[in-house]
C-alpha cells in the first residue's frame, strides 16, 4: 500500500463504478446535443479527470475550453464575488456551453461562473457534475446532469485533493480525518 491509499479511509466509488456512470450521463449528453456541436468547458484543476473521460465517451463532435475559478464569500451578500484565474479562449455567443464539474459544495462557484457566462450571450448553458453534496449549498444551485449525489464527507481521487495531492488515485476515496485534522 502507497502513502495515498494509506491515508483513504475507505472506497466510496470504485473506477468501474465510475466508468459506468460516466458513460450513461455521456449517452444523455449526446441525446441533448444531438445535431449541434457544444462548447465543453473543463474547470481545472477537480475537473480534468472526468472531463477527459467524459468527452472521450461522448459521440458528439465538441470543441474544448478551459477555466480555472475561485469563489469567495457565501450567497447572499459576496455572491458575485468569482475570480477568474484562467478565462476561456472561446467567444461563447451563440454557442452551446457544457460546464464540467467535479463536484458541488456550497453552490457559489457555479452559482457565481453561471452568471458569468450567461452574460456572454451564450445559446445555452449546462452544468454536468460528477458529484453533488446537496447538504452544503448555500445558494440555489441544480446542476443539469450530476453522476452521483454523496453525503457530506471529505472525498478525494479522481481528479480532487487536499492540499494538491491524491488527484491521480484512479478512484473516489473518503480521506481519513486525521489527514486534515492534525
Ligand atoms: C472545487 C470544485 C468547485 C468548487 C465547488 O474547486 O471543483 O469548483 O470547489 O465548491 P462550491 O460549490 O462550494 O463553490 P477547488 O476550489 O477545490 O479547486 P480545484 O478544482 O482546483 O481543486
Known amino acids: 500500500m502507497n502513502d495515498m491509499q494509506e491515508n483513504v479511509e ?3 466509488l470504485t473506477a468501474e463504478q465510475i466508468e459506468t456512470r460516466v458513460k450513461e450521463v455521456a449517452a444523455q449528453l449526446d441525446k441533448l ?4 456541436r457544444p462548447v465543453v468547458v473543463c ?3 477537480g475537473s480534468v ?8 465517451s461522448m459521440k458528439t463532435p465538441l470543441e474544448l475550453d478551459f477555466m480555472a475559478v475561485s469563489s469567495y464569500g457565501t450567497g447572499t451578500a459576496s455572491s458575485g464575488a ?14 452551446d456551453v457544457l460546464i464540467v464539474e467535479d463536484i458541488i459544495d456550497s ?13 456572454r450571450a451564450p445559446a445555452s448553458v449546462n452544468i454536468v457534475t460528477l458529484l453533488d453534496k446537496p447538504e452544503r449549498r448555500e445558494v440555489p444551485m441544480e446542476p443539469e446532469y450530476t453522476c452521483f449525489v454523496i453525503e457530506d464527507e471529505f472525498v478525494v481521487g479522481y481528479g480532487m485533493d487536499y492540499s494538491e495531492d491524491y488527484r491521480n488515485l484512479p478512484y473516489i476515496g473518503v480521506l481519513k480525518r486525521s489527514v486534515y485534522e492534525k
Open 10 to 12: 475507505r472506497i466510496m
Open 33 to 36: 446535443y444531438e445535431g449541434r
Open 43 to 45: 474547470i481545472l484543476k
Open 49 to 56: 479527470i472526468f472531463f477527459a473521460d467524459l468527452i472521450r
Open 82 to 95: 468569482l475570480k477568474v484565474r484562467k478565462d476561456l479562449t472561446t467567444d461563447i455567443a451563440g454557442r
Open 107 to 119: 453552490g457559489n462557484t457555479l452559482y457565481n461562473l453561471k452568471k458569468l457566462l450567461n452574460s
